[in-house]
């Protein structure tokens, strides 16, 4: 019997078998098990600490911007690599927050958010047989165009022991030969961890002694509650080896806008510029417009962050009143908690095997939602992007959380 078209299909994506596998991934479990907690329970309010985008809109003056941009008809057509405004509010952006100078025109080019250029990029690097470093857990795009173009992906544990920051000198050098990008991400999602400058060196020298180069994915750049942004291309020698991505979504709370910017090495950027420019026609330039206006604005970010620095406080003390052993990371949205190994409930205990089964109780008997982990020890993801308008509906939610957890002795012992 013909297939046809399965028989088309490429063995990247599974080949003839592709869309018959059983196997659901992790966040299309989180989803069911949302709708069936709220169809099980229409009258239990879900407490959504999953989501992993934020819970407002862009503020006013964006989209105002983008509103009068939108009229004009010059920024109607096709925007290919991008006007020169977005590169220029760039370039001062990279300047006045990150410390770190670069040419408009050579070393920066927009991209249509930061998940479009990490898939862009392995076309740039990976031939067959070619290795990338990428930590886990963690994000996983450039990972998968990685396979697609027949290469191999190295995982480096990201471990709570080492501040979840990566260990360098644990990769084999045979691997080390064949190794040409390593990708990470900091402020981090999941662990919500930061770099450190003296990390940040450690990857240069690193990346300079094995011709490594340095993907630096920076979407939670300017959601820091400490401190100033640290951006991987502050660090001496950096650029010579790096590109850092920079987006619109977490930054500005623009997630379905779809913009961002890579910046680096002017022969990295221009690699980029080319497959991309083989990939997509460019971002909207009302768009491109409204996101300068937001990168001229950095105040916009560090009032984001406030808020999700008074909701971390929040939560974090309010897990550890139930306790569990975690603090208050340093920035981004995420808390990543270790995940409770039993539950004493009335009922009896549950055991936990591992951090999905823990989410999976939490979802089905307490109707709250969050994101396992159990890629480098068992971790739950509680973000604080959850939807609530106002400092007293902040307090109610995380209120409510612990409430529904009195009854319950949760063990991370
Ligand atoms: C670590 C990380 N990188 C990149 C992205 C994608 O960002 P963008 O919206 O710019 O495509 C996300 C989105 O969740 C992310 O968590």
């Known amino acids: ?47 959504d600490l999953g989501v992993g985008e934020p819970d407002e809109m862009a503020p006013a003056e964006i989209v105002e911007r983008l509103s009068e941009e939108a009229w004009k008809p010059e920024n109607r057509g096709y925007a290919d690599n991008g006007g020169p405004r977005l590169k220029e509010a760039a370039a001062r952006y990279l300047e006045r927050v990150c410390g770190v100078r670069a040419d408009p025109e050579t070393e920066i080019c927009h991209s249509i958010g930061s998940k479009a250029a990490l898939s862009i990029l392995p076309a740039c690097f990976i031939d067959p047989g070619n290795v990338v470093l990428m930590t886990v857990p963690g994000y996983p795009v450039f990972g998968t165009h990685t396979h697609y173009y027949g290469g191999q992906v190295y995982p480096l544990p990201l471990l709570e022991k080492r501040s979840f920051l990566p260990d360098l000198e644990s990769v084999p050098a045979d691997l080390l030969r064949r190794t040409k990008v390593l990708v990470l991400n900091y402020p981090n999602n999941p662990t919500g961890a930061s770099a450190t400058r003296s990390f ?8 300079h002694r094995h011709r490594i180069v340095v993907i630096h994915d920076f979407a939670y750049a300017g959601l820091v509650f ?5 951006s991987f291309l502050s660090v001496p020698g950096a650029k ?7 987006s619109a979504s977490k930054n500005f709370n623009m997630t379905g806008w779809r913009c961002g910017f890579v910046a680096g090495d002017a022969r990295l950027v221009r690699a980029y510029a080319s497959v991309k420019d083989h990939t997509d026609s460019g971002q909207f330039l009302a768009i491109q417009h409204a996101f300068a206006h937001g990168l001229d604005h950095p105040e916009i970010t560090q009032r984001i962050a406030q808020k999700y620095a008074r909701r971390m406080d929040l939560l974090a003390e309010a897990l550890g009143r139930l306790g ?8 981004s949205f995420f808390l990543y908690a270790p995940a409770p190994r039993s539950a004493i409930t009335p009922q009896g205990e549950i055991a936990f095997p591992t951090a999905e089964k823990a989410a999976e109780w939490l979802i089905t008997e307490r109707q709250i939602s969050t994101v396992p982990w159990d890629d480098a020890g068992a971790y739950l993801r509680w973000s604080v992007t959850f939807s609530a308008r106002g400092e ?12 529904r957890l009195a009854d319950t002795r949760l063990q991370w012992k």
């Open 240 to 246: 010579e080896v790096g590109l850092e991505l920079h």
């Open 1 to 47: 019997m013909d297939h046809f078209p399965a028989t088309s299909f490429a063995q990247r994506i599974g080949g003839a078998r592709f869309g018959q596998e059983t196997e659901i991934y992790k966040f299309e479990k989180i989803k069911r098990a949302k709708r069936a907690a709220r169809d099980k329970h229409p009258e239990v309010e879900l407490l």
């Open 200 to 207: 940040f060196e450690e990857v240069v020298a690193f990346a």
């Open 324 to 331: 569990c052993p975690v603090r208050k990371p340093d920035a």
């Open 226 to 230: 400490r401190g100033s942004p640290l």
């Open 392 to 403: 007293e509906e902040e307090r109610r939610v995380i209120a409510e959380l612990e409430k």
